[in-house]
């Protein structure tokens, strides 16, 4: 059974760091799209960033671009996201995703949506406080 369980989120003050991790069990995912999304109350839920497969090319939301990077560690058959200069407006649950094909390119646009994913974790929240 394909599980992903994210990790790391916790309350943080305005301008810290945090690192969030996503751990993949079941199968592996190196050669697989991974990206990350969040859901903030009484919204929908929206892209944070992608990893493409071969970990060569990365997608940043407006809001995550030059403050989040993504990142996966093979060997640990895990993906991680380091968010720096956390504001309030990133309090949200952070969903990582993992598409279920392998060797698999989209259209750039495609990147920024939920249709590459097939399996999701449960989330973590992540709380800055101003």
């Known amino acids: 059974q394909v599980q992903l369980v994210e990790s790391g989120g916790r309350l943080v003050q305005t301008g810290d760091s945090l690192r969030l991790s996503c751990a993949a069990s079941?199968?592996?995912?190196?050669?697989?799209?991974m990206g990350w999304f969040r859901q903030a109350p009484g919204t929908e839920r929206e892209f944070v960033a992608a990893?493409?497969?071969?970990?060569?090319?990365?997608f940043y939301s407006d809001s995550a671009k030059g403050r989040f990077t993504i990142s996966r560690d093979d060997a640990k058959n895990t993906l991680y996201l380091q968010m720096n200069s956390l504001r309030p407006e990133d309090t949200a649950i952070y969903y990582c995703?993992?598409?279920?094909?392998?060797?698999?390119?989209?259209?750039?646009?495609?990147?920024?949506?939920?249709?590459?994913?097939?399996?999701w974790g449960q989330g973590t929240q992540v709380t800055v406080s101003s």
């Open positions: 079941g199968r592996t995912f190196t050669s697989s799209t």
């Open positions: 995703a993992a598409d279920a094909n392998q060797r698999r390119q989209y259209l750039d646009n495609y990147y920024y949506t939920a249709g590459p994913y097939d399996y």
């Open positions: 990893l493409s497969w071969s970990g060569s090319r990365t």
